[in-house]
């Protein structure tokens, strides 16, 4: 370990490590370069200036041209990152991203692969409003041919992002702004997290609360808080959404016999309700209860701060649903 770092400093030091290793990987978004400012959270600070405007290029404002762009790169050997700005965005290149990048290795029958990472960042809390703040990693873990992957915290952002720059198919890189600036511990030069393989970030007994990205500091202080008061909470980091690492959910949730799924997403519709299905359809005999859900409220994000700790899952509804799970009689 050498010391404490960042979530944005651990994805600029995983891709500059790339870039230097292959003249291959190239950057495209709004604002990257040193000119605009190395990116609106400075995520590419200095690697324009380091690697060129070439390889490190700010776009116009158009994501249908950032992603339409990447995707003929990586067609034609590149490994492209496509930075698009706010994850509310990628709805103007769903097209290029649904029906080509995830489609294409298919449609070639395993000939043709897209080697491409889809940098976006989202979060509530810090009042950019329902335009700007919504998780939709449910809508890419539907689609087949597509990663998708969140970091909680800084070391694992600079694995995931060099193992996702590896990857020979399209990743989804979903960062949160409110994870953005907390320190962690400083892995070194040369990390890579395997894509597809979840963190037992706290052992426990009672429940398992099976989380991904920014709720999992949630979930880490409610089982601290839990802990005092005699509750033993497991918590399983997913990091990669899809494909998720069912094996390690699995062997808590037959360990502990309870699950809270958990995520700052809208609860209807979510990935949690795709984990809750698997755990009853695979441990249905092993469970003491039945599986607890916790996500946002089914509303577009609000702008006002009241309203918004309103929708957003709070610890006290995570540890309700910890409670609803530990109480149920049969």
């Not at 976006?120 to 597509?146: C, I, K, N, R, Y």
């Amino acid at each position: 370990m050498s010391g404490k770092f960042t979530m944005v400093a651990a994805i600029n030091r995983a891709i500059d490590e790339a870039m230097a290793e292959d003249d291959g990987v190239i950057l495209l978004g709004e604002d990257v370069a040193a000119k605009q400012g190395g990116g609106v959270f400075k995520i590419s600070s200095g690697l324009s200036e380091k690697y060129g405007t070439h390889r490190v290029r700010a776009t116009p404002i158009s994501e249908q041209a950032i992603m339409g762009a990447c995707v003929g790169a990586a067609l034609a050997g590149f490994r492209p990152i496509a930075e698009i700005m706010l994850m509310n965005f990628v709805t103007v290149a769903m097209d290029q991203i649904v029906n080509h990048a995830a489609k294409l290795r298919f449609m070639s029958g395993g000939q043709t692969n897209v080697p491409l990472v889809i940098r976006t960042t989202t979060g509530v809390g810090v009042g950019f409003g329902g335009q700007h703040s919504d998780m939709l990693e449910a809508w890419f873990a539907h689609v087949p041919g597509l990663k998708v992957v969140t970091p909680s915290n800084a070391a694992d952002a600079q694995g995931l992002m060099r193992a996702a720059i590896a990857c020979n198919d399209p990743v989804i890189f979903i960062e949160n702004i409110l994870c953005y600036g907390v320190a962690g511990d400083d892995p070194g030069p040369g990390h890579v997290v395997p894509l597809g393989q979840a963190a037992v970030a706290v052992e426990g007994s009672d429940c398992t609360i099976v989380t991904y990205g920014r709720t999992v500091l949630d979930a880490l202080s409610v089982a601290a808080e839990l802990k005092e008061t005699g509750v033993s909470v497991e918590v399983v980091d997913l990091r990669t959404i899809a494909p998720y690492d069912e094996a390690t959910v699995m062997a808590s949730v037959r360990k502990t016999g309870r699950a809270v799924v958990l995520h700052e997403a809208v609860k209807a519709y979510g990935t949690g309700a795709e984990i809750s299905a698997r755990i009853h359809e695979a441990a249905f005999n092993e469970l003491k209860a039945p599986v607890q859900r916790v996500g946002g409220a089914f509303s577009a994000v609000p702008m006002a701060t009241a309203l918004k700790q309103a929708w957003i899952p709070t610890k006290d509804g995570i540890k309700a649903a910890v409670h609803r799970a530990m109480d149920w009689k049969r």
